[in-house]
């Protein structure tokens, strides 16, 4: 699982939920070996195994996931929530979720099971990660769906049954308060059941425009998550450590995987990709993040990054963002910073 990837977008609920169980966040970030300032743009599994497990030991909270579940809905998702939002039905959002699965939770796996009288939506997976074994973990995920699939539908969405891997809580009043429905502990996968007809009805943010806009955003995302996990995440972890250090040439990095240049350039196109745009990107993302900074000296910028000059960056800067990196960082510097996050 070390090579399997989320996007940085789900940080910010992972701070929320650290917060939650009054931990220290900048503390337990760091030793989960994620930089909150470095501007990455994903996430290892290994990271958030190490993350969750942390605070699902120390928050000292029985109830900890079902109060972190129940308080979630379609927008805490990201784009994911939002892609659902848009769907004309609950079974469309769920295909949706099914479809786009890795964007959140690729650790789990979902099957839909439709009876005369019941769906049975199961949920498996994780097995090989520490924090998911945690019955905090199992709270989790069945309160966050259930939150979630009430907000698609406007606010209630009668349940059947709820079934937990885990024993029985001690506490049962606010399982029974949230959930409204029986209860069954100690089964051998973690399910939700609920009514048929409940596939078919109309979500009130339904809006076919939206939704082929946001499912085109979350397939470019997918695909930009399988290949960090491939041959194409190698090559950016290992442009991003040389930047600094001398030319990002395809043929420096090939050595550092051992590898031709031509053996490099063809499997970068099996995944889709180019070296070129790779380095782009790398140069893109560290000259955007500089440039959002009080203090930034044009020219040595440029020379980081591995540009013979000032002038070849300020073109490839205009090609990346459609403007001069001065006129991007008067803007970036005119927009007001967000505030820290909300306990």
Not at 130 to 149: I, K, M, N, Y
Not at 305 to 318: Q, R
Request: aromatic fraction near 8%; hydrophobic fraction near 40%.
């Amino acid at each position: 699982m070390v090579g399997t990837h989320l996007p940085a977008s789900v940080l910010p609920g992972l701070l929320e939920m650290a917060l939650r169980g009054r931990l220290d966040a900048a503390t337990l970030f760091e030793r989960a070996g994620v930089d909150l300032g470095a501007g990455d743009r994903y996430l290892t599994l290994d990271q958030l195994d190490r993350l969750l497990s942390t605070v699902f030991r120390d928050a000292g909270d029985p109830l900890f996931g079902l109060r972190a579940g129940r308080d979630h809905d379609y927008r805490r998702l990201d784009l994911l929530g939002r892609l659902m939002a848009a769907a004309s039905t609950l079974e469309q959002a769920l295909a949706l979720l099914f479809r786009y699965k890795n964007l959140v939770v690729p650790y789990l796996a979902f099957q839909l099971e439709r009876g005369e009288h019941h769906c049975t939506l199961t949920i498996t997976g994780g097995d090989g990660l520490t924090f998911a074994r945690h019955p905090a973990h199992d709270d989790l995920v069945l309160a966050s769906l259930v939150a979630v699939g009430r907000s698609l539908l406007g606010g209630r969405m009668p349940v059947h049954r709820v079934l937990f891997r885990h024993p029985p809580p001690t506490q049962r009043d606010e399982y029974d308060a949230f959930f409204q429905c029986p209860l069954d502990f100690g089964a051998p996968s973690n399910a939700i059941e609920f009514s048929p007809a409940l596939l078919g009805q109309t979500l009130p943010a339904a809006n076919a425009h939206r939704r082929a806009r946001l499912e085109a955003a979350a397939a470019g995302l997918l695909l930009d998550l399988s290949r960090a996990g491939g041959v194409a995440g190698r090559v950016l972890e290992r442009l991003r450590g040389g930047l600094g250090q001398g030319g990002l040439t395809v043929e420096r990095v090939a050595a550092d995987l051992n590898m031709t240049a031509r053996t490099l350039q063809r499997r970068l196109r099996d995944e889709g990709v180019q070296f070129a745009r790779l380095r782009d990107q790398v140069r893109m993302e560290y000259a955007c993040r500089r440039l959002r900074e009080p203090c930034c000296d044009m020219g040595h910028l440029a020379l980081y990054l591995g540009f013979s000059d000032t002038a070849n960056f300020y073109h490839a800067f205009k090609r990346w963002k459609g403007c001069a990196p001065g006129e991007y960082r008067r803007r970036a510097l005119a927009r007001p910073r967000p505030g820290p996050p909300r306990p």
